[in-house]
């Protein structure tokens, strides 16, 4: 894996080693990146300007955080040692591969392992999306067996504010890396907790969790080619 320069947004790569375990690495980069350069649709909202062939996972407007539908993988994905092909994000920043969790995770978030996370999830937990706009978006980019699945939160809100943030969680193909993109915003501060969690007392935290600012800008074309 090639280091990236220039501390200019945060992207979290998660990879497995032996045992599935896991360990991450603090991804920053020049602007107009975005992880394998796979991804070049622009940061619009969607229905506002953001490119065809997203498929809307969540519609907004979530005064109470909700869990999603079920939504597919195009192809097999590892984590934790297990093989998934479905997960489910909650209008909190929670994507769990656990189908069966009921208990969604609360707009305010906090410090990881938490007994509100369902196990085998991944987060980008503090972000809301009660707002009329604020929509959970997937796409699938490149070729097989070097694809990539993104779930775009696309014009979210910054918790207690009414300003817009731009997330992603993508899961990637044979090397199941999990990659956490800090897209755009509005000139927010928020505070988010980032990680995975395998159980109720085993977590991987992101350093700085559950207070982790975003780091990226205001422009909606800022993030297109490969870090790696």
Not at 78 to 95: A, C, D, E, M, R
Request: aromatic share 14%; net charge neutral.
């Amino acid at each position: 894996m090639k280091k990236a320069t220039q501390l200019l947004f945060l992207m979290i790569c998660f990879a497995t080693i032996v045992n599935a375990q896991y360990y991450y690495l603090p991804y920053t980069n020049n602007p107009g990146q975005n992880p394998g350069g796979l991804n070049v649709d622009s940061e619009y909202p969607y229905g506002g300007g953001l490119t065809t062939g997203w498929a809307r996972l969540d519609t907004g407007d979530a005064v109470v955080p909700r869990w999603s539908n079920t939504s597919n993988i195009p192809f097999s994905f590892n984590f934790n040692g297990n093989n998934y092909n479905q997960y489910k994000v909650s209008t909190s920043g929670v994507l769990t591969f656990d189908l069966a969790a009921v208990t969604v995770p609360a707009y305010s978030n906090a410090a990881i392992p938490n007994a509100t996370i369902p196990n085998n999830s991944v987060m980008i937990w503090g972000i809301s999306g009660n707002g009329t706009n604020d929509e959970i978006v997937t796409k699938t980019f490149g070729t097989a067996p070097n694809r990539q699945h993104w779930i775009f939160f696309s014009s979210y809100t910054a918790p207690g504010t009414t300003c817009y943030v731009y997330w992603s969680i993508v899961l990637e193909e044979t090397t199941n890396k999990i990659y956490v993109v800090d897209q755009r915003n509005g000139a927010c501060t928020q505070s988010v907790t980032i990680g995975l969690q395998y159980n109720t007392t085993s977590a991987l935290s992101v350093l700085g969790s559950p207070n982790i600012n975003n780091l990226s800008g205001t422009n909606f074309f800022a993030y297109r080619q490969s870090v790696l």
